[in-house]
């Protein structure tokens, strides 16, 4: 079944504390992208990447890290995490859409990431 | 940074009526926009894409139109039934893979 993955599902902690949580996907998708959805402000880019070793910052870089050593995985780091960055995350994938179609296709939305950093 | 504008208020529709849903954007125009539909406690799951030089795109009841003029897309939901309900998100995509989201809309069809 294509899926991504996320793991894991809910995190408590602390603040200052460094975190990961894993995104993984099994469609070979060259494209990874991670969000932050909050009341009221929808979904919001953190980072993405086009493929191993490409990373570029989304809208809400601040304070977060990615890295894409292996095509299927796409952690995102939170090195030392502060309350505002409680948030519900998402990792999505997907491929470009072909030569000349000049986009990407659907992404594929993992089922999220609920955080709380006290 | 872009600026995606989605009414932030429920639609609520009747069972059978047409849904229509408003994405207004502002700054540049983008390369092209998608709309997802986002369930309770669930990930977006994508509906329907539709490039800067496409008017309209369609899929089984769903279709999108993509006005750059009026910096608009419009969604609609025809025949619509209770199952529709959800939140429907629009994404405008800057360049080809950076992406911005608006907040959603809430469609309620009522049986």
């Known amino acids: 079944e294509a899926q991504v993955t996320q793991n894991p599902r809910y995190l408590i902690t602390v603040t200052g504390k460094k975190l990961t949580v894993t995104c993984s996907q099994n469609?070979?998708?060259?494209?990874m992208s991670w969000y932050r959805q909050d009341p009221g402000l929808g979904l919001r880019q953190i980072y993405y990447?086009?493929?191993?070793?490409?990373?570029d910052k989304g809208d809400v870089p601040e304070g977060y890290k990615v890295s894409r050593k292996e095509k299927r995985n796409f952690p995102l780091i939170l090195e030392s995490p502060s309350p505002n960055q409680t948030s519900l995350y998402f990792c999505a994938s997907s491929s470009p859409g072909g030569a000349a179609s000049g986009s990407l296709d659907e992404q594929y939305f993992g089922p999220g990431t609920r955080l709380t950093v006290t | 940074s872009q600026k995606i504008e989605q009414n932030s208020e429920a639609l609520n529709i009747q069972e059978g009526k047409t849904a229509t849903l408003t994405c207004n954007y502002t700054n540049y125009s983008p390369a092209y926009l998608q709309w997802y539909r986002q369930d309770p406690g669930r990930g977006p799951v994508f509906l329907l894409l539709?490039?800067?030089?496409?008017k309209e795109k369609r899929k089984e009841r769903l279709k999108v139109t993509f006005d750059t003029t009026l910096k608009q897309s419009l969604f609609h939901i025809t025949a619509s039934q209770p199952a529709d309900s959800a939140t429907y998100l629009c994404?405008?995509?800057?360049?080809?893979?950076?992406?911005?989201f608006g907040s959603g809309t809430k469609l309620n069809v009522k049986p």
């Open positions: 990447s086009m493929n191993v070793e490409v990373t």
């Open positions: 994404a405008l995509a800057r360049n080809f893979n950076k992406f911005y």
């Open positions: 539709i490039r800067e030089n496409e």
């Open positions: 469609m070979n998708h060259e494209y």
